[in-house]
């Protein structure tokens, strides 16, 4: 090799190291700034997984989720519509709630009754895009002592309020005067709505996968994202069971989630046992559900779960062991028979 | 196959004299482009800070009176740690910063009840107060908040004078060693002038934080898209502590809102706890406030961070409270 040659590739050697230096030195620059943002500058966005089989939709236009007004009520204010950019401004805190279920818009409006006008109630509806993520919302706020109302498969009634599901639309109607004529006339207007608004097949296959023996009425719900603390678990049904006769008189949560492949669901079952184990969980020894695994005492709960077909189900944090079981066992049986 | 001519001298140092210019014209470029300011919206031309509003001199003291009228709970919470008069003296200029985050009536418990409000505002005024604002940053139509919550009508009858947030009103704050408050705007207008601050909350289930408590309440003090730190909320809860030193905090717990909150919206939500809690330590208030939920200190974490670092004590049997009834 020539001398000149030599000389040649020792200098592209150095002006190599020199380029590498400076492209190093911008990556640790870019590094470095990530710690540093301006929050006022970055506003984050809530994730909004989908729940199942469902794409994005667009939100309804202005005021066309708002129903006509039954005569016995008048507009107390203008309608009101709110998008994921700023539901924070109408519900504070509780707008992760419906910003993680996939939530599209929010029209409400405050309405007074003809006759009396302090007596006042507000009409709120969120478009949630899908009946599985109206059901979410409907479901994590369900109230306890609820009265069941037959506007919808999904409708309930308190002292105050009433709340229901009809399609992709979750509508909340609430009064701080629940006389006689404005509950009736929320009723009424409730009505009005789902003729306007018919919730189509309002069915939400999943819940059928339940067992019916000692389920409580109304109890069942959606979880579209972090279930249990879990964030590989997404779109999580539950349903909760009592069991009278046991040492405890136990409630019992059972929960399923779908996924694509019975491989996919044996990998997610694997996971959250792994998660369960790396957080404190020790296995115990199986009772009466055997076949379904070790049950894991997880912060003096038991947990079950099992992978079956292309489902992971389980029970979660259920005081005593026996009920963890039968519960579970039921669970897996009902799978076996209604696989999806 | 051909071969390639070998490069020479010549062609190396033109190759390399090019791919110099173009390094230099891409990081002219980018110098060029680089706005040094950031975006307009964040041109700091002043900063303001809090003073402290705390007084040394009564040291970090608790009362718990149970009953249901929260006129003679809160006069005899207040009583029992000395009088509001050991609190505000004559001439004070004193800022009630209420909870008025929602155009919500007073039954549904979302916001501070008027009738306390309107208590506190007579009682500070009684003690010579020059004047009484009560002011709290809504966000959505502070107008309808103030006035659907019966804060308006109640306060103003009582002598006080509400301070509604308006662009003006805030400037930009940043707290020292903190991670999310930096250059951020704080309603700063009502607080000019002041020399006392009483913080009035109700206890509320919270759905990011666990709790809305006495120290959450100072949240309604920043302006912005302050939804951002609901990504962290015990940190912002924590930074807040920090913030705010107030002259004594009320914390209403008669009505508890149980769960579905901050919002509620159904009686079903709310439990009627029955109880005034008078505080100078809001870390103390709100472990003690974390109670009436079923919860304790150690389930919200904004608790022990503020615990942590010396503001307060999670430990409120530790300040052995005044416990008192009243029917």
């Known amino acids: 090799m020539s001398q000149s040659s030599i000389e040649r590739g020792r200098t592209e050697r150095w002006v190599g190291f020199i380029i590498l230096l400076c492209l190093a030195g911008i990556a640790a620059g870019v590094y470095h700034k990530q710690f540093s943002f301006n929050p006022a500058v970055l506003v984050a966005t809530a994730a909004t997984p989908a729940a199942p089989g469902t794409t994005k939709p667009a939100p309804s236009s202005q005021n066309e989720s708002l129903p006509t007004l039954p005569p016995e009520l008048s507009a107390l204010s203008a309608p009101e519509t709110f998008t994921a950019d700023n539901l924070y401004d109408k519900v504070d805190g509780k707008a992760d709630l419906y910003l993680t279920a996939g939530f599209v818009g929010l029209q409400c409006q405050r309405l007074a009754l003809k006759a009396t006008s302090d007596v006042w109630m507000e009409w709120f509806v969120y478009d949630m895009g899908t009946l599985p993520q109206a059901f979410s919302v409907f479901s994590l706020q369900r109230r306890a002592e609820a009265q069941t109302l037959d506007l919808t498969p999904f409708a309930y009634q308190t002292q105050n309020s009433l709340y229901f599901v009809s399609g992709r639309y979750y509508v909340e109607a609430v009064t701080a005067m629940p006389t006689e004529p404005m509950m009736a006339a929320m009723l009424a207007m409730a009505r009005q709505f789902v003729a306007a608004h018919p919730p189509g097949a309002a069915e939400i296959p999943e819940l059928k996968l339940f067992p019916p023996e000692n389920l409580e009425a109304g109890s069942q719900g959606l979880q579209v994202a972090d279930a249990f603390g879990f964030d590989q678990f997404t779109n999580v049904f539950t349903a909760k069971y009592r069991l009278p006769n046991s040492a405890t008189n136990a409630e019992v949560l059972a929960f399923l989630e779908l996924t694509k492949t019975s491989t996919a669901a044996a990998a997610l079952c694997d996971a959250y046992r792994s998660f369960l184990l790396a957080n404190g969980g020790k296995e115990i020894e199986a009772g009466a559900a055997a076949s379904l695994g070790k049950p894991i005492n997880f912060m003096d709960n038991i947990e079950i779960v099992f992978a079956e077909s292309n489902m992971v189900a389980g029970v979660h944090a259920v005081p005593d062991a026996a009920s963890a079981a039968k519960v579970a066992q039921q669970l897996a049986d009902s799978l076996r028979k209604g696989k999806p | ?327």
């Open chain 2, 1 to 327: 196959m051909s071969q390639s001519n070998p490069l020479d001298r010549r062609d190396f140092l033109l190759r390399t004299a090019k791919a110099g210019a173009a390094i230099v014209v891409a990081g002219g470029a980018g110098l060029w482009l680089h706005d040094r300011k950031g975006p307009a919206a964040n041109i700091v031309s002043e900063t303001v800070s809090l003073p402290d509003f705390s007084l040394p001199s009564t040291g970090p003291k608790m009362s718990l009176v149970t009953g249901a009228d929260r006129v003679k709970t809160v006069n005899r919470a207040l009583a029992a740690l000395g009088g509001i008069e050991r609190f505000i003296k004559s001439g004070d200029r004193v800022v009630l910063k209420v909870n008025a985050a929602f155009a919500s009536p007073p039954a549904l418990s979302a916001t501070s009840h008027p009738d306390l409000v309107a208590e506190v505002t007579r009682l500070c005024l009684r003690a010579g107060a020059a004047s009484v604002i009560v002011t709290d940053n809504p966000i959505n139509d502070p107008p309808s908040c103030f006035s659907l919550t019966g804060i308006s009508k109640a306060a103003e009858a009582a002598g006080a004078k509400i301070a509604l947030p308006t662009p003006s009103s805030f400037k930009p704050t940043t707290l020292a060693d903190a991670t999310l408050i930096k250059d951020w705007p704080l309603l700063i207008e009502p607080f000019h002038g002041a020399t006392k601050l009483i913080g009035l909350a109700p206890v509320k289930d919270h759905h990011r934080s666990g709790a809305s408590l006495t120290m959450k309440n100072w949240y309604g003090l920043l302006g912005g898209r302050r939804n951002v730190f609901h990504q962290d909320i015990n940190t912002i809860i924590f930074e807040l502590a920090r913030l705010v030193r107030p002259t004594l905090v009320i914390l209403d717990g008669t009505t508890t809102m149980m769960t579905n909150g901050p919002t509620g919206g159904s009686l079903d939500d709310l439990k009627a706890t029955n109880t005034m809690i008078a505080s100078t330590d809001a870390v103390a208030a709100d472990a003690f406030g974390a109670t009436l939920l079923g919860k304790t200190a150690a389930n919200l974490p904004f608790i022990g961070k503020a615990a942590a670092a010396g503001l307060g004590t999670a430990d409120f049997e530790s300040l052995n409270p005044l416990r008192d009834h009243v029917d």
